[in-house]
């Protein structure tokens, strides 16, 4: 009888078991947002990246505006990888973010897939990735395990994202570019996008990345330059990410690079294009802009909503830059729709030309 009492007690909360790190409760299972836990491979992470202390900051502006309400996810070629993700237990960027582009990207044969973990080394306040200290933790079968779920997916396009790893001498570049040469094994005419960390801005490891064969390098400066920090961890930096891209670019000319800016943090029209103008100077190719959405209560609140009308105007001014592409949208994401401006580019789209977004 007791037990059932206690199990009704339960019913519908989490199941968590404490021990002591440091002198710190730490959450072995089911983890808060905000809780200290330790993971399966034995460190400790803070789930969804930042600690719950205090009341969190300010609410966001009162209700989402009607534009931010995605559709609904279908279509033969979204069931078709749905059904094969479920079938192999893969995992991919596009569900666990929860991304309201899913079904449009796997139609389109795209994924996002992220490398290295699930932890990361730096604590963004815009981000609901695990934060912690691997401790030099990599799997080693990750490049093939990755390529053949590109293949399995049969993916004409994939992004290869991850989170920053500190941890490691080289970023985690030579893993990263280990998976780029895996695939590209498997399935030479699948096209690979690097969505990367900044690799603490070390050219030799930025260039490691771009050798391994992808056809575009990535790395999102995220937000302007004023607002870079406290939005941004410390150790990401403004200029460091201009750098990285700038190596990327030098170091192949024929490279596509890219980089991603969310909206409504508090920037300014001056800010805005100023970021772009920075991105441009460091050779940037394609420019996404989305709406910056509060993932939990510890992060930092929207300033504001971004207007449907603002994007396209914001689009037009990166074009009038010279973007061969500048996607721009409330719902868009850094790889949203990443295959289209590499299509543009392979039918000889010249500097400066738009491709159509829609």
Request: glycine share 8%; aromatic share 6%; with cysteine.
């Amino acid at each position: 009888m007791m037990r059932r009492q206690a199990a009704r007690a339960l019913r519908g909360r989490p199941v968590q078991n404490m021990s002591e790190f440091k002198s710190i409760p730490v959450t072995i299972e089911a983890p808060r947002s905000g809780e200290k836990y330790r993971t399966a491979q034995g460190f400790t992470a803070i789930k969804d990246g930042v600690r719950a202390h205090g009341a969190p900051p300010p609410a966001a502006p009162a209700g989402k505006p009607r534009w931010l309400k995605a559709p609904l996810a279908a279509g033969a070629g979204y069931e078709a990888v749905r059904r094969t993700v479920r079938e192999h237990r893969l995992a991919t960027v596009c569900e666990e973010a929860k991304c309201p582009n899913i079904g449009e990207c796997w139609n389109a044969g795209t994924a996002t897939i992220m490398v290295m973990g699930a932890v990361c080394t730096r604590a963004c306040r815009f981000c609901a990735v695990d934060t912690g200290n691997p401790r030099g933790w990599l799997d080693a079968g990750e490049p093939d395990n990755v390529a053949a779920s590109v293949a399995l997916m049969k993916l004409r396009y994939v992004v290869l994202t991850s989170v920053d790893r500190d941890d490691l001498s080289d970023g985690g570049a030579e893993h990263y570019a280990a998976c780029v040469r895996a695939i590209k094994r498997r399935t030479p005419d699948t096209a690979v996008e690097a969505l990367t960390p900044d690799f603490q801005g070390v050219r030799q490891d930025v260039e490691r990345v771009v050798d391994s064969g992808v056809e575009v390098f990535a790395q999102n400066i995220e937000t302007v330059r004023r607002l870079t920090h406290p939005v941004r961890d410390p150790r990401a930096g403004y200029q460091q990410t201009l750098d990285v891209l700038g190596y990327a670019k030098a170091h192949r000319r024929t490279l596509l690079t890219k980089s991603s800016l969310m909206l409504g943090l508090g920037e300014t029209d001056e800010e805005i294009f100023e970021c772009m103008d920075d991105l441009r100077a460091a050779g940037v190719d394609i420019l996404t802009l989305g709406q910056y959405l509060r993932p939990t209560v510890h992060h930092l609140p929207v300033v504001r909503f971004v207007t449907p009308d603002e994007f396209v105007r914001y689009r037009a001014a990166g074009l009038a830059r010279g973007f061969r592409e500048c996607v721009s949208g409330p719902l868009v994401r850094s790889s949203y729709r990443a295959e289209r401006a590499l299509a543009g580019n392979n039918v000889g789209l010249h500097e400066g030309r738009a491709l159509r977004s829609s």
